[in-house]
């Protein structure tokens, strides 16, 4: 299973750093893929990496702000988003997926089988 923690208020420019602790599994020739949820609207892509190579690929709006980063020894999968902005408020998910499912040709929530519970971020001032 995998547990996102590290959500919560910040104000806008400010930064985040969320955790997505894998347990059960070893993280190996993986791919765990970052999505939101904003009230009202459908869940959309974040970016993701590949645990084995560590190769990552991101949605066009957040490219330069977010990083995704991974440490196979303590089996967890980081998302560092520095000068966030109201815009991003919204629940954060991540979901482990194959390897394949982080191709750099997109990102789809349908190539991945086990999600998170999600963590709230909210932007605001």
């Known amino acids: 299973q995998l547990a996102e923690s590290g959500g919560g208020l910040v104000q806008p420019g400010g930064s985040l750093k969320l955790n997505c602790v894998a347990s059960?599994?070893?993280?190996?020739?993986?791919?765990i893929g970052w999505f939101r949820q904003a009230p009202g609207l459908e869940r959309e892509g974040v970016g993701c990496?590949?645990?084995?190579?560590?190769?990552?690929y991101y949605v066009g709006s957040i490219k330069g702000r977010f990083t995704i980063s991974g440490d196979r020894a303590k089996n967890t999968v980081y998302l560092q988003m520095n000068s966030l902005k109201p815009e991003d408020t919204a629940v954060y998910y991540c979901?482990?997926?194959?390897?394949?499912?982080?191709?750099?040709?997109?990102?789809?929530?349908?190539?991945?089988?086990?999600w998170g519970q999600g963590t709230q971020v909210t932007v605001s001032s």
């Open positions: 979901a482990l997926g194959s390897r394949f499912a982080c191709n750099g040709r997109g990102l789809r929530s349908g190539d991945f089988t086990t």
């Open positions: 059960g599994f070893t993280l190996g020739y993986h791919a």
């Open positions: 990496i590949r645990t084995a190579d560590a190769g990552t």
